[in-house]
């Protein structure tokens, strides 16, 4: 492994989402968020599969400590469903979806764990999406007050906080193309959730402040190199439009303070007075999450005339088909050091997905996700030598789990989850990183 050099004081660790390994959907008064109702609605899952069960953390959330201590790592980075805790969205908590939190909190902690919480991985709850979703400026303070919930119960406890997972991919996925929850293709509705959606990370950012003890606060973002697919005008331009949507609408606003002049326009008197003080207001850390880059396409019938293409011909593929190229990511971190204050990155999310044949007892020698991590790790370690300030690494994922719109058949995990019975079997490249995590660290 090339990264002897990370040291003893980078920071290891391993990332989830609520929705993709929780399960029990309707257990406790938890009740249905916008992507318990998309799974269920024919056709926009493979196989029909639902986050009904996913992993069954919400009840095995001991063994998946378990095994995040054993790996090594400092910290794990989660996140809580908002209708676990707020079954209407707003108003009164639910005692047990909290009690569920502070559970699980205290159990990575005594692990010897930092917990890292994300407020927000994609599970709108669908009360709030009747109520105009993000569509609605008023989600801003809904998000508010969840964030002061949260905040209120763990902040004792919990140091490490992020507002949003993927804010410019909840808007694409979701508002943009329809892959995602909630399966709109609405360029107006893609408009106001940018803004609002903005607009809640920085009223949230406040609301974690007042409400925990000293927290870093930080925002996450999946950001990737846009090339056009292809050398001509057209393409060029549906490159600029993509890297405008997804790698700046949600960045430049919190980072700078202020909305790319192009987008600003079309965002028109949706951004009022005062708002890019709140969504500008500064960070404690910027949370990088990067697989592949994207390949811009002209898309003449989609909301901004822009579509995301596959990867060049020829060129190395995960199992999902995205492009393998480290040198993506390295290029990545230095635009964030070239174009943003300077503030601390972790790379929150980095992972692949292939086929993963287990043996018979479960094993799978995924030597395929070896070399993909450790092509990455490199290069994320040569962006530090040329001077990023690059604090930790987030493996995508601790285990196999409900990859949104491809369901349990897209495995991401370095533990493999057996979905019949449920077993957790530790994959090769657990067993890898944990040696990395080891020999860096001195142990
Ligand atoms: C990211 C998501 C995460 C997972 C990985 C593969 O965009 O944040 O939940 O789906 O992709």
């Not at 508010?144 to 140091?159: E, F, M």
């Not at 493996?395 to 449920?422: A, C």
């Amino acid at each position: 492994m090339d990264g002897t050099a990370f040291g003893p004081d980078f920071l290891w660790g391993a990332s989830t989402a609520a929705f993709q390994i929780e399960g029990a959907a309707a257990e406790d008064g938890r009740t249905p968020s916008i992507w318990d109702r998309f799974s269920h609605t024919p056709g926009k899952v493979l196989n029909g599969d639902t986050g009904d069960v996913a992993c069954d953390h919400y009840h095995r959330y001991p063994e998946d400590v378990a095994l995040l201590a054993d790996l090594g790592v400092g910290a794990y980075r989660f996140s809580v469903s908002w209708s676990r805790v707020l079954p209407q969205g707003t108003g009164a908590p639910n005692a047990a979806g909290l009690d569920f939190y502070d559970r699980l909190v205290d159990a990575v902690l005594a692990a010897g764990v930092e917990p890292w919480l994300c407020l927000h991985h994609w599970d709108l709850p669908a009360s709030l999406y009747d109520r105009g979703g993000w569509g609605n400026r008023e989600a801003a303070d809904w998000f508010a007050g969840l964030a002061a919930v949260v905040a209120r119960r763990l902040g004792d406890r919990v140091r490490h906080w992020f507002t949003f997972n993927e804010p410019n991919v909840m808007v694409w996925l979701g508002h943009v193309n329809g892959n995602h929850a909630p399966g709109l293709r609405d360029r107006q509705a893609a408009l106001s959730a940018i803004h609002t959606i903005n607009l809640a990370h920085g009223r949230a950012v406040g609301a974690i402040r007042a409400n925990a003890t000293d927290p870093m606060v930080g925002l996450i973002a999946s950001l990737q190199p846009v090339q056009p697919a292809a050398d001509d005008a057209a393409h060029r331009q549906a490159a600029q439009a993509l890297d405008l949507f997804w790698n700046r609408a949600m960045v430049d606003p919190v980072m700078l303070g202020r909305y790319p002049s192009d987008l600003a326009d079309m965002l028109g008197d949706r951004v009022r007075d005062g708002d890019l003080a709140t969504i500008g207001q500064p960070i404690d850390a910027f949370g990088l999450n990067h697989y592949c880059r994207l390949y811009a396409v002209p898309d003449p019938g989609a909301p901004f005339g822009v579509g995301i293409g596959g990867a060049p011909d020829g060129t190395p593929v995960t199992g999902v088909g995205w492009q393998i190229d480290g040198t993506g990511l390295t290029e990545q971190l230095l635009r964030l050091k070239a174009e943003y204050p300077p503030v601390p990155i972790y790379i929150t999310e980095n992972g692949a997905a292939f086929p993963d044949l287990p043996d018979a007892n479960g094993y799978v020698d995924d030597q395929d996700r070896v070399a993909f991590l450790t092509e990455y790790l490199g290069a994320a370690q040569r962006a530090r030598d040329a001077g990023v300030d690059l604090r930790g690494y987030f493996v995508w994922s601790l285990m196999d789990n409900f990859e949104w719109e491809l369901g349990y058949g897209t495995r991401f995990g370095i533990v493999r989850v057996d979905y019949d019975t449920l077993v957790r079997t530790p994959k090769a490249s657990y067993q890898h990183l944990k040696e990395v995590i080891a020999a860096l660290r001195g142990g």
